[in-house]
């Protein structure tokens, strides 16, 4: 199975709000990535765990707040966001990340639309 | 910094023709680069994976090839098809695992 799962598919919410994104991988992986995705543009990385421990936080906003509960698992909590941070979230796993260069498996993305 | 360009942004062929998508960046210092497929409004999907000692990888109709030491990467599509349509993206692994993705190229094949 390689299939990394993200829910909710389409979210939208106020700039007072707090929401969360998920991401779900059952690969075995041990590394687990956050991107930003604008229309017409490429990924842009916002945070990498690795062994569940953030290993990268590409100076991104405070207002995002990544958890890693389990190997399996990781979230994205947003806070106060502001209609600029509208856009796709895709979350990908690979096998250990790092230097050791493994294929990135990506799940489908959130939309996310802010008020 | 590394920077990763395609070239052209936007193709469009008749059904049956051959793409040919053209990758570069500037440091030649990558563990691999890989091919990506997007369609609209969905996540990516990984095509191909060229580990930096490699020169080639074939999966059914795409092969692409890398050389490392000119910072350039080519991915062909043989005997493309209307479901080839997408936008195809490249990416290079840095040391740290970050990839470093180009702009994509769009790509449009007609029935």
């Known amino acids: 199975d390689t299939e990394v799962t993200q829910t909710p598919k389409h979210l939208v919410m106020g700039m007072t709000n707090k929401k969360s994104l998920k991401c779900e991988q059952h690969?075995?992986?041990?590394?687990m990535y956050w991107y930003k995705q604008k229309a017409k543009k490429p990924p842009e990385l916002m945070f990498v765990?690795?062994?569940?421990?953030?290993?990268i936080n590409e100076s991104v906003p405070s207002r995002f707040s990544p958890e890693c509960p389990n190997s399996s698992l990781l979230n994205l909590h947003l806070h106060a966001l502001q209609p600029e941070d509208s856009a796709l979230y895709l979350c990908?796993?690979?096998?250990?990340?790092?230097?050791?260069?493994?294929?990135?498996?990506f799940g489908p993305g959130t939309r996310l639309t802010v008020l | 910094k590394q920077e990763v360009t395609q070239i052209p942004a936007a193709l469009s062929v008749p059904e049956g023709e051959n793409l040919v998508l053209n990758c570069s960046f500037t440091?030649?210092?990558?563990?691999?680069l890989q091919w990506f497929r997007q369609d609209p409004g969905k996540g990516l999907t990984s095509l191909l994976l060229?580990?930096?000692?490699?020169r080639e990888q074939t999966s059914g109709r795409l092969n692409a090839s890398l050389d490392k030491s000119s910072g350039r990467s080519t991915l062909y599509i043989a005997a493309s098809q209307p479901g080839d349509s997408a936008t195809y993206l490249c990416?290079?692994?840095?040391?740290?695992?970050?990839?470093?993705f180009g702009a994509g190229t769009q790509v449009v094949v007609t029935p």
């Open positions: 990908a796993s690979s096998q250990v990340g790092g230097g050791d260069g493994d294929t990135q498996y």
């Open positions: 690969m075995g992986h041990r590394a």
């Open positions: 765990y690795s062994y569940e421990k953030l290993s």
């Open positions: 440091d030649s210092a990558i563990y691999n």
């Open positions: 060229i580990q930096s000692s490699q």
């Open positions: 990416a290079v692994t840095d040391s740290w695992g970050k990839l470093q």
